[in-house]
């Protein structure tokens, strides 16, 4: 049985041929189009989640879902380029436009992973409370479940049309659901009395998410180079 995430994936190539440029463009604008939606939706639900709960882990996950959209707004540029043919000043066509897009996506995580360790060590040094809401942990829980599906469904066409670009993609999405659940044992703990959990959670989400920029870099820098 095909999961819904692989069954959209399959859905929007409708057996076309993923090695046309056409086909590529149309199907890397749709993931990023999906992807700038959901992740407004989730950087909205996960500030208000903050706002009601005071804690700054929840802002940090908050503010990285919303450099997640910016980075598929980075990727839609990409596929557009990508798609565009040969001419007389790029003979061999457009294609790596979508590595470097991919790349500019592993510096947006690399920024976020910076701004969040640099105001968790802050945090540490001066701990303030949480206050763990029922509706903020429902917030958090919902926002797990979407970037799973979000892991999936860009796993499926990116290996469906060998993309960097949305494997990087998938990617991010997978370090933000174990981002996420790391932010909200933290905030659970520090709310039960370790003030300095919420961020210590917050450090070792940054440090996590910086370990996938780097990965992100790594796997999109090498086609670049000539691999």
Known sequence: MKLPSQWLAERILRRRDPADPAVRTACGQTAGWLGAGLNLLLA?????????????????????????????????????????????EHPFGHGRAEYV?????????????????RDSVAKLFAPTGVT????????LGASVLVKGWMWRFNAALGRQLDSEALRATAEDSLSDCAATLAVLLGAWLSAGGWVRMDAAAGLGVALFIAWTGVKAARETLDPLLGR
């Open 132 to 139: 763990l809401t029922w509706p903020a942990v429902a917030l």
């Open 44 to 88: 909205a639900a996960k500030f208000l989640a903050g706002a009601l709960s005071g804690s700054l882990a929840m802002t940090g996950d908050a503010l990285n879902n919303l450099t997640d959209a910016g980075s598929s707004v980075v990727t839609l540029a990409g596929f557009r380029v990508a798609g565009h043919a040969a001419d007389k």
């Open 101 to 117: 897009s991919g790349f500019v996506v592993s510096l947006f995580i690399l920024l976020v992973a910076f701004e969040l360790g």
